[in-house]
């Protein structure tokens, strides 16, 4: 399966350079516009499967890829770099 990059991932050196916490992202994604949203549904059943995954940072952030969940679950044209969802 052909791994898709993160919609969102590009600003992750800018974002690394932040102090972030689950509530700023949180907040972020509250505010990203997302045109390809997957929907609540399959929104928090990703979530859920990231929480469980050993390779999550902090409740924040994939080892294996880097990217910030929260926002990384919420683009229909993403896809887990552990072909989790």
């Known amino acids: ?3 898709i990059p993160c919609p969102v991932c590009e600003n ?3 974002l690394a350079a932040m102090d972030m916490s689950p509530e700023l992202i949180a907040e ?3 505010n990203e516009p997302c045109p390809d ?3 609540d549904e399959v929104y928090s059943r990703r979530l859920k499967i990231c929480g469980s995954c050993p390779k999550l940072i902090a409740g924040m952030t994939c080892a294996d890829c880097g990217c910030f969940v929260q926002f990384r ?3 229909i044209s993403a896809a887990c770099i552990n072909g989790h969802w």
């Open 1 to 3: 399966m052909e791994k």
């Open 12 to 14: 992750k050196t800018s």
């Open 28 to 30: 972020m994604v509250e």
């Open 37 to 39: 949203y997957a929907g």
């Open 73 to 75: 679950a919420r683009h």
